[in-house]
């Protein structure tokens, strides 16, 4: 059974600081990885998808990492902002298809 | 191209009513997913749906809930006599086969 790991449960920062958001799954079978955004009361935002076959992946001031091997993903934000501020999901298909498995989420507020 | 649409966005239903959720998938996407996001919890799989055919309806509860994918029309969760623990966000996902997921806005139930 996969299970998704995501630390720290919550973090806060000033404006401006570089962050990386840690995930870990016990099952490395996977196809790919996927990082979320949701904000108070909203839907999921998909940020970044890296295939199992990829490395990593960017987009603008965020960079995800895939390791498969050692079941971990970390989300690096650069020059965080205000509006950064947000839960972050880290999801992961299983089953031999796409079942996802969410993570518990990390929580980040970026004061300004 | 129109993303993943959910409707009602609101729902509130009195304790033993019916609760029916639908979600259009995206245009050319045949797989449907709906999770459950409990208060203050993270998302949890439910249901994973091809047209006509449940593949994996391990995350949902045995009695009170059903989910269709149609040949035709959204796909349909329906909850049956509700209680007060079934209040949550329920959102929809769909992918073309092994692709992304696509979540929708959500519907959040509230049960008085």
């Known amino acids: 059974k996969q299970e998704v790991t995501q630390i720290p449960a919550a973090l806060s920062v000033p404006e401006g600081e570089n962050l990386v958001l840690n995930c870990s799954f016990t099952d490395s079978a996977i196809y790919n990885l996927q990082w979320f955004r949701q904000d108070p009361g909203k839907g999921l935002t998909s940020l970044l998808l890296?295939?199992?076959?990829?490395r990593e992946q960017t987009s603008g001031r965020l960079n995800a990492s895939l390791d498969k091997s050692s079941g971990r993903s970390t989300l690096y934000i650069a020059a965080s902002q205000p509006g950064d501020s947000a839960t972050y999901l880290c999801a992961v298909p299983s089953g031999g298809y796409q079942k996802v498995t969410f993570g518990t989420g990390t929580k980040l507020q970026v004061i300004p | 191209n129109a993303g993943v649409m959910q409707n009602p966005r609101h729902l509130v239903r009195r304790r033993g009513q019916e609760a029916r959720l639908r979600c259009s998938p995206m245009?050319?996407?045949?797989?449907v997913y709906w999770y459950r996001q409990l208060p203050e919890e993270g998302l949890k799989f439910m249901v994973y749906l091809q047209k006509e055919n449940i593949i994996d309806e391990s995350g949902m509860p045995k009695e009170r809930f059903s989910a269709e994918f149609p040949k035709e029309g959204p796909s349909i969760l329906r909850i049956q006599q509700v209680v007060r623990g079934d209040s949550a966000a329920y959102f929809c996902?769909?992918?073309?086969?092994?692709?992304?997921?696509?979540f929708g806005p959500g519907t959040r139930l509230t049960v008085l």
């Open positions: 996902a769909s992918s073309p086969m092994m692709g992304e997921q696509f």
């Open positions: 890296i295939q199992s076959s990829q």
């Open positions: 245009k050319g996407h045949s797989h």
